[in-house]
C-alpha cells in the first residue's frame, strides 16, 4: 500500500511511484498511435468514413457503466478485505483479553497467544500463496506448513488448548465464540482470495475499451484534426487506467503497490499481543519509499 | 466459474470459452442484418425518414440505467449467494472445533460431523435441483433423500445427536447456535434460489433494448451511413451480452460456466473435516479447462 | 409473483401476464396522441415553436436520477422483505430444533410449534390487511384475531409457555433469544408495510415524466417528424412502466403479481414443522399461471 | 409524515399537501424571473453573448452527481431513522416478554416496563427538542426531565430495577443485553440527530444549482426563445425541489410533512407493552388531513 | 465540524467559513486565467485549433464517474467513522449499567469506569495523533501514554480489574463481551485512519481534472467566446471543490472543519459517565463560531 501525504501539484502531474502509468502505457501508446496513423492516412492518402461523436454518447455510458460498476466492485472487494483483517485484529487482541479473563494458568494462555500468532501468520501466507520458507520460523514450525491447510491446523491446535485449559462452562463458551469469530473472518478473506470477480466481465469491459478506441477517431477526426490523437491518448488513459487499477484493488491480498500491508497488520498483531506474551514489543513497520508492504 | 489469470491482449479479443459471444451471437447477428438492410433499403429503394442522435440519448441512458440496475442487482446475488458459502464453510469448521470442546464422546462427534456432511450435499443437491443419483453414497441416505427437505432431515438429525449427546446447558447452547447460524445461511441460499428478479424487468429491459437497436439506425444512417451495421452489433453486443450476463449470475447456483463451484465448495468442508473425522484429507477440485464446477 | 423461465423472444415482445403494459397502456395512449395532436397541428395548421433536444439531455439526466432512486428503493424494500421473511423461515426452523433440545416435554413442544403457526398465519394477515374469514382455523382461533395485535398476542402466548415449560436458565435463554429474533423480523416487516416511500417523490416524479413526455415533442418535431409520436410512445412505455413497476415492488407485501409470494412462504414454514409437530408433510404450494401468492 | 394512496392523476398535478411546491415557489419564480428578463433584453434590448447547450452538459452531470449523491444519504439518514425505531419497537416488545420470562415478581415488571415506557417518550422528546411540558406525565416525571440526559437517565433507573429484581445470572445477562441492544439503537438516532450531513455540501449544492439556472438562458435563448423561462422554471423546480425534499429527509426527527411519526410509534409501543402492565389498551393514532405526527 | 442552520440566501452566496472556496481559490484562479489566456491568444495571436464540445461529454462521464465514486467512499468513511464513535458512546453507557448489575463492589465500578474514560481520551489522542501534552491528566497518566499502543493498555487495565472483581461466571462474560464490542468499534476507527483510499484514485482524479479544466477551453471557445473563462472557473470550482471536499471527509478525524467532533464525542461520553461515578456533571461542548471539535 502506497502511504503518501496529499500530493502537491508536480507530485500529481509526475509522479511515477503508486501510478498505474508505466504498466499502461504501451497500451496507451499502441492506441494513440493507431488513431494517429488513422488521421494521417485521411488526410493524406484516402478519405476514411467520417461520423459525428453522436452514437459514442451511448457507447461511453454504457463504458462508464461498466467501468463504474467494476470499480465499485473492485474497491468494495479491497475494503472488505481490510475490514476483516481489521476484525482480526480486534478478535487477537480480544482473545488475549478473554485468555487473561477465563484462563487461569499463565502456561496456557501464553500457548494459546502464541498458537495464535502462528495462526496469522499462517493466514497471511495462505492469502498470498507464499513458499513455506518465508514463513517466520518462531510460530511456525515445518510439520505445521506441511498440513493441508495450515491456518486450520492453527485453529484447531487453539482449540485443544481450550478444551485442555477452560476451567468451566462459561470459559469454553467465550473462547469457542472468539475461534469462531476468527474462523469467520478467515473464511471471509479466502472467499475474496479464491474467488476472482466473474472473468466474463473482463472479456466486456476490455473488449469494449478497445472498440471504443479504435473507432472514435472515426467520431473525431472531422471536427478534431490532429488533436484527435491527444483525445484517444487521455481517452485510453482514462479507461485502460482504471481496468488496470481495479485489476489490483480486486486482489486486495496480492503484493502489488496497492496490496493490502498484511505484513504490518501481523507486526501491529505482535505488538499488541507482546504484553500478554511477556515479550519486548516488536517496532512496527515502516513505508519504504511510500511502500508498506 | 471459470478460474483464469489476467487474459492477454489476444485472449481477450478471441478468447471464446466463458464469453457470451457463442450464446448470443444468433441475436447479434439478427439485429445487425437488420440494420444493414435498413441501410440499403435507404440508399438504394426508398429513402426512409431520418432523425439525428438526440432522442436516443434519453434513450441510451434510460437502458444504462436498467441495465446498470439489473446488473448490479444480479452481482450482488451471486456474491451473497458466494457469501453465504463462505460462512457455511466457517460455520462447518467451527461445528467441529465446537465439538471438540464440547462433546466429550468421540462417536459422537463423528456421527455429528459426518451428519453435517451430509447436510451440505444434501443442501447443494437441493439448489441445484439435482436428481437422487448425483447424491454421494458415503453421505447421503436413499432414505434422507425422500424425506421432503432433506437439507432440514439432516440438520433434524443433527439436533438429536446434540440432544442425546451434550453433557450440559453450556454445549446444547453453544451447538444449538450453531446449527442456527447453519440453517441461517441455508435459508439465505434457498430464498436466493427461489426467488428470482421481479420477471416484469425482465420484459422491461429486452423490449427496450430490442426497440433501441432496431429504431437506432435511423438515428446514425445519416452520419454513418455503412458504419451504422457496425455501430449496430457493436451496441447489441454490449446490451445483450450484459443482459445474458446478468442473467446467468443472477442463478448463482446453476451449473453454468458463471456459477458459484458448489462441487469445490463442499470439497474443500470435506477437507476441512477430514481430521475432525480421523479421515485421510481427499484432495481439492481442480479446474477443468479454467472451469471450477 | 411471477415464477417463470427466462423467456424466448417472441413472449418476451407480447407477454401479457406479468407485464405492466394493460395497466399503463391508457396513459401512454393519451401521451401519444397529444404528441401525434402537436405534429399535425405543427404541419398542417400552425408552426409550434421548435428548440433541439438540447435543453432535454439535463432533463433527462434529472428524471433518471429520480427513476433510478426510486426503482432502488423499491426493489431494496422489495428485497428486504423477501429477507425478513427468509430469516422467519430459518427462525422457525430453528425454533422447532431449539424446542428439541431445550423443552423436555413432547406436548410442551407441541403447543409453542402449534402458537408459532398461529403467529406467522396471524402476521401474514396483518401484513396484507386481510379480514379475520382468511384466517386458517386450525392455527388462529376467533378470539386470537379480536386482540389488538394478533402476531404479538401470539408471541405473548409463545412466552408464557417457554416461562412454564423451560426447565433451566440455559433453555430460557435459548428460547428467548429465539422469540426475540423473531419478534425483530416481524418488525422489520411491519416498518416496510406501514412506511412508504415519503409520498413527495412521487409528486416529484410523475409531475417530472408528464412534463417531460408533454414537451419533448418540440424537441423532436424538428428532426423526427412524425416518428415523433414513436419515440413519444417508447419513452412514455419506459418512465411510465418503471415508475408503476416501482410503485408495486415498494409493497412487496401486496396480493399484485409482483408481491412477495408469503402464501407459499407460510406453507413452507408448515412443512418444515410438520415433523416436529408429528403431523403429515402438506404439500408445495405451485404457482397458478406462472403465479405464486 | 403523509399516508396517502398512490394518488389519481389530477391530485398529482394540483396536489398542494405534502408537495414542496408552496415552499420553494419564491425561489422558482425568482430564477424563472431572471430568465424571462434576459430573453426580453436579449430580444429587444441587447444582443447577449450565446452558447449553445454543450458546456452545459456536463454541468447537469455534475449537479445530477451532487444531487443524486445528497439525495441517496438524505434518504439513507430518513431510513435508518425508522430502522432504529423499529428495532426500538421490536426490542420494546422483547423487553416485556423477557420480563414474563426472567423476572418472577409481577411489580418488578411493571416497574421496569413504567420506566420504559418514560424511555421512549424522553428518547422522543430528546429527538425533537421538545419542551419539558410536552411530556406525557403518566409517563415521565418533573425530576426525570430536569436531568442532564432524561432518557439515559430512565434507562438507568430500568437498570437498578435489573440488578435488583433479577433472580439469577441467566435474567441479569437477558436483561442487560436487551437494554444495551435499546441504548444502541438510541445512540443512533442521536447519532443523526445530531449529526447532519457536511455544512460544505449544501454550499457546494446550492451555489452550482444558483449558477446554473442563472446561466442555462445564455445556452437556450437560441433554440428555445420563449420557451426559455418555462424550461427554466421547470428545472428550477426539479433542481431546488430535490434540494428542499433532501433537507426535510436529512433530519428525519423534524415535525415536517415528511418528518417520521414518532408519535404514533411511541403509541404503537403502548399498545404492545399495555398487555403486559395490565391496562386497557389505547387506540392507535390516526393520520389528520394524510399527515401523520 | 460545523453546526450552522439551513444556511440563507446570502449565506449561501458569501459564506466562507466552512466553504471550501479560500483553499482553492489560487487554484481555480490559476486554470482561469489559463483559459483567458487561450482565447486572447485565440482572438489575437493566433488561430487555436479549435474542436466542438462532443469528445468532452465522454471525458466528462469519465470525471464524473471518478469524483462521484470518490465522494461516495470519502462520504462512506466520514459517516462509518461517526457510527463507530456512536457506537462507542452505546457500549460506553452499556458498560457502566453491565457495571451497576455485575459488580457488586462499588469501588471496583469506580476503577473500571476511569479506565474507560482513559481508554476513549487515549483512542481520541491515537486518531488524532495529539502529543502527550495533550492528554486529560486527571484520566490519563505520563505511565500510560508512553505505552507502545495507550488505547490497548488501557482496556488491558479495565480487563485485570474484570478480571479480578468480577464474581461469577456470568458476569465475567457480560463484562468481557462489553470490552471485545469496545474494541472492534477501535480497530474500526484505526482502520479508517491508518488506510487512506488507495493513492492511485487521487493520482487518476487530480490529472484527469487539471487534463480536462486545461483542454476543454478549445471545445468552448467557439461557441462561448469570452463566456469561456467563465465555464472553466465554474467546472473548476465544481470539480476541484469535489476533490478537496472529499479529501477532509476521507480522513474523518482529522482536526478539519468537516472533521467529526471527537472532543464534544469524549464530553458526551464523560455527561454520561459522570452519574455512575458519583461525580458532577460538566458542561456539553458548544460549538465555537459554528465550529465543534
Not at 499502461?24 to 488521421?39: D, E
Not at 478534431?224 to 491480498?253: D, Q
Request: net charge positive; charged share 20%.
Amino acid at each position: 500500500m502506497i502511504i503518501r501525504d496529499k500530493p502537491g501539484l508536480l507530485q500529481l502531474l509526475f509522479s511515477v511511484r503508486g501510478s498505474v502509468l508505466p504498466k499502461i502505457l504501451p497500451r496507451v501508446a499502441f492506441v494513440t498511435a493507431f488513431a494517429a496513423g488513422l488521421v494521417w492516412v485521411d488526410l493524406n492518402v484516402l478519405r476514411l468514413p467520417h461520423t459525428n461523436a453522436a452514437p459514442f454518447a451511448v457507447f461511453g455510458i454504457a463504458l462508464s457503466l461498466f467501468l463504474g460498476f467494476r470499480n465499485n466492485a473492485a474497491h468494495d472487494r479491497w475494503w472488505e478485505g481490510r475490514k476483516l483483517w481489521g476484525k482480526l485484529i480486534a478478535d487477537m487482541r480480544s482473545l488475549a483479553r478473554d485468555a487473561e479473563i477465563f484462563v487461569p494458568d499463565r502456561a496456557d494462555r501464553h500457548r494459546l497467544l502464541t498458537l495464535a500468532l502462528g495462526f496469522i501468520h499462517a493466514h497471511r501466507l495462505n492469502l498470498r500463496q507464499l513458499p513455506s520458507r518465508a514463513a517466520p520460523a518462531n510460530w511456525l514450525s515445518e510439520g505445521d506448513l506441511k498440513t493441508p491447510h495450515p491456518p486450520c491446523t492453527k485453529l484447531n491446535q487453539m482449540t485443544e488448548v481450550v478444551a485442555a485449559a477452560a476451567p468451566d462452562g462459561f470459559a469454553r463458551r467465550a473462547l469457542a465464540e472468539r475461534i469462531g469469530s476468527i474462523a469467520l473472518a478467515q473464511a471471509g478473506c479466502e472467499r475474496i482470495a479464491t474467488t476472482p470477480l466473474p472473468y466474463v466481465y473482463s472479456l466486456l469491459i476490455f473488449r469494449t475499451t478497445y472498440l471504443y478506441c479504435g473507432l472514435i477517431p472515426f467520431g473525431l477526426m472531422d471536427t478534431a484534426g490532429w488533436l484527435t490523437p491527444v483525445f484517444v491518448a487521455i481517452m485510453a488513459y482514462i479507461f485502460i487506467g482504471l481496468a488496470e487499477v481495479t485489476e489490483e484493488l480486486a486482489h486486495p491480498f496480492g503484493e502489488t503497490v496497492n496490496g493490502l500491508p498484511l505484513d504490518a497488520m501481523c507486526r501491529t498483531i505482535e505488538i499488541s499481543l507482546a504484553p500478554h506474551l511477556d515479550m519486548p514489543t516488536p517496532a512496527p513497520l515502516k513505508a519504504d519509499r511510500f511502500y508498506l508492504s
